[in-house]
Antibody, heavy 121, light 111 residues
């Protein structure tokens, strides 16, 4: 079945970086884009950016530009999201999600289980 | 402050009908970009409930329906069930921001 499986929880100190992985299976990896979405404690969902698994093109939310890098490895059908210069405000659950097929701006039809990132000194 | 505005909470008794609004602007919903709706239970992954304004993915009950008009969209849930208690988010694309945007989320309580 189609699924996205993310890496485990992380605890980081302020100023550090974190890299979360998202392993895709059950579909043609290169045929779909992926988004990263986070949810801070008590807050709503926040879109972080998008990456094409076909050619690696990216589009980051303005808030994260310069601090986030999204990549994919087609040989292992895995996507990665690295966030640098972490602060306590980056404490959140991070999700990867597949962009559905079709034209326009499709919805996010398959989601990973989420990775908890805690930033604490 | 979210680009798309949703009511923080709605409630209804079992069997009733509730609607959740999602208000945007001329740079997102009003520009013709599709609206999608997600159901999110705490501790789980969000689930795509409505795609492309009004389309239900396979497996989503027909009690859930979506519509869009002008700069707003709505999610309607009929025949409320206890299992519908969750957070609901609308999502679209904003041309001015050049990125996807979410509403602030609405907590549905089944009384």
């Amino acid at each position: 079945q189609v699924q996205l499986v993310q890496s485990g929880a992380e605890v980081k100190k302020p100023g550090a970086s974190v890299k979360v992985s998202c392993k895709a299976s059950g579909y043609s990896f290169s045929s779909y884009g992926l988004c990263w979405v986070r949810q801070a404690p008590g807050q709503g969902l926040e879109w972080m950016g998008w990456i094409s698994a076909y050619n690696g093109d990216t589009n980051y939310a303005q808030k994260f530009q310069g601090r986030v890098t999204m990549t994919t490895d087609t040989s292992t059908t895995t996507a990665y999201m690295e966030l640098r210069s972490l602060t306590s405000d980056d404490t959140a659950v991070y999700f990867c999600a597949r962009v559905g097929g079709g034209g326009g701006m499709p919805g996010l039809d398959v989601w990973g289980q989420g990775t908890t990132v805690t930033v604490s000194s | 402050q979210s680009v798309l505005t949703q009511p923080p909470s709605v409630s209804g008794a079992p069997g009733q009908r509730v609607t959740i609004s999602c208000t945007g602007s001329s740079s997102n919903i009003g520009a013709g970009y599709d609206v999608h709706w997600y159901q999110h239970l705490p501790g789980t992954a969000p689930k795509l409930l409505i795609s492309g304004n009004s389309n239900r993915p396979s497996g989503v009950p027909d009690r859930f329906s979506g519509s869009k008009s002008g700069t707003s969209a709505s999610l309607a849930i009929t025949g409320l069930q206890a299992e519908d208690e969750a957070d609901y988010y609308c999502q679209s694309y904003d041309g001015s921001l050049s990125g996807r945007v979410f509403g602030g989320g609405t907590k549905l309580t089944v009384l």
